[in-house]
């Protein structure tokens, strides 16, 4: 399906932010990320990451907390997959998680999604997709394969392959491997 030309270019609003964020490793990748973005462009930003993780929230505080406006918001759901758990059932947390995000994802209705490999962006990442094909809401989904994917796409990058607006690899065998990925060097 061939979208429209992305109206986040050249406007003059802010742009409604929501970055997933996995814990540990995820957490650190994505926030140095984040770093880069205007905060006066690119707002309010809505955190998202499971219920279960504690530490990725106060590193969140932690670098909003010298944001003047303050225009942040910290989103919690049910985690996808925890590790080690089957993919069999990890199924079913699936789906719990995809029923959990809809009424948030149809509240915030977020223009940019930002994710980089926990299992937790799945549902949101699908949210946005759906509801930019049943035109809900316009948005474009772009996913940071974690720099320690060197051979191949995560689980999660092989997935959002389908329907992510872009993705970006950190190493060049990976967008050599894979259509669609963009290799942008370590981050």
């Not at 948005?139 to 940071?144: A, D, G, K, S, Y």
């Not at 392959?161 to 993705?167: Q, S, V």
């Amino acid at each position: 399906m061939r979208r429209p030309p992305s109206n986040m270019r050249n406007r003059e609003r802010p742009v409604k932010t929501m970055m997933v964020i996995g814990s540990g490793g995820h957490t650190a990748e994505l926030l140095k990320i984040t770093q880069f973005l205007d905060i006066m462009r690119y707002r309010p930003r809505i955190y998202v990451m499971a219920d279960t993780d504690i530490t990725s929230e106060m590193k969140i505080v932690s670098i909003e907390y010298n944001n003047p406006r303050g225009d942040y918001i910290v989103m919690k759901i049910p985690r996808s997959r925890t590790v080690g758990q089957s993919y069999l059932t990890s199924i079913f947390t699936t789906i719990w998680s995809i029923l959990r995000s809809i009424p948030p994802m149809l509240y915030h209705r977020p223009e940019l999604i930002l994710c980089n490999g926990p299992g937790t962006c799945i549902p949101i990442c699908l949210i946005a997709f759906l509801m930019r094909v049943a035109y809900i809401n316009d948005n474009r989904i772009v996913f940071f394969e974690s720099v320690c994917r060197v051979k191949s796409l995560s689980l999660s990058g092989k997935i959002l392959l389908l329907f992510a607006d872009h993705i970006f690899v950190q190493w060049p065998e990976l967008a050599q491997r894979y259509w669609r990925t963009q290799y942008i060097g370590n981050l």
